[in-house]
């Protein structure tokens, strides 16, 4: 069983702090690692993607992947209210005989207070 | 990024009746479709995968002949609902991708309550 963990939360973090973001997944083969944001009663979006080791930054996101720890996160810089959400982590897996899909982790509750 | 169109968005239906969820892949040609549920405050389950022209990938303890996936061209997937129960009522979400390893980009989800 491939999995992809991530600690449920609620993370809470003050409007203006940065707020960190973990998982770790457990397919050593995987390539490819995604962020989604996903509001209370809607389908999640797309905010991150990330392929090779080391930092990647979009504006207020910065992701980091460490294959050999087996760890991805995500970095907000500045939280504000509007952030508050479920952040799902996904990654890449392989099926045998069957190509790879996107396996995700159950995600982590982030609020941000004013 | 793609744009993946579900409709309809929300449903309700009485039990016993069948429901049928649409997702499209309105600017690209999805390789695979995924159907999600998603109960309240749970996170996203996996209930199958379906390839264009192949028969659909059911996760273990979905019924297949409860739910009817049908996944007739690049750009179209269906998801049947079939003699729809209250325990059925859910968010179900679908997500369309174009390769291996690229990312999946998710449909608006359907909201079913079964009365």
């Known amino acids: 069983q491939k999995e992809v963990e991530q600690n449920s939360g609620p993370l809470s973090v003050p409007e203006g702090a940065i707020a960190s973001l973990n998982c770790t997944y457990s397919d050593r083969g995987s390539q490819s690692f995604f962020w989604y944001r996903q509001y209370s009663g809607k389908s999640p979006e797309l905010i991150m993607s990330i392929y090779s080791n080391g930092d990647k930054e979009d504006g207020r996101f910065t992701a980091q992947l460490n294959k050999a720890s087996q760890y991805v996160s995500l970095l907000i810089r500045d939280s504000q209210p509007s952030d508050s959400a479920t952040y799902l982590c996904?990654?890449?897996?392989?099926?045998?005989?069957?190509?790879?899909?996107?396996?995700f982790g159950g995600g982590t509750r982030l609020m941000v207070k004013p | 990024g793609a744009v993946v169109s579900q409709h309809p968005s929300r449903v309700i239906c009485k039990s016993g009746t069948s429901v049928k969820i649409e997702c499209r892949s309105l600017?690209?040609?999805?390789?695979?479709m995924f159907w999600y549920r998603q109960f309240p405050k749970q996170s996203l389950m996996l209930m199958a995968t379906s390839n264009e022209g192949s028969k659909a990938t059911y996760e273990q303890g979905v019924e297949k002949d409860k739910f009817l996936i049908n996944h007739a061209s690049l750009t179209l997937s269906t998801l049947t609902v079939t003699s729809a129960h209250p325990e059925d009522s859910s968010f179900y979400i679908c997500?369309?991708?174009?390769?291996?390893?690229?990312?999946?980009?998710f449909g608006q989800g359907t909201r079913l309550t079964v009365v």
């Open positions: 600017d690209f040609q999805a390789t695979t």
């Open positions: 996904a990654v890449n897996t392989h099926l045998n005989n069957a190509g790879n899909m996107l396996t």
């Open positions: 997500s369309a991708s174009v390769g291996s390893y690229t990312e999946a980009f």
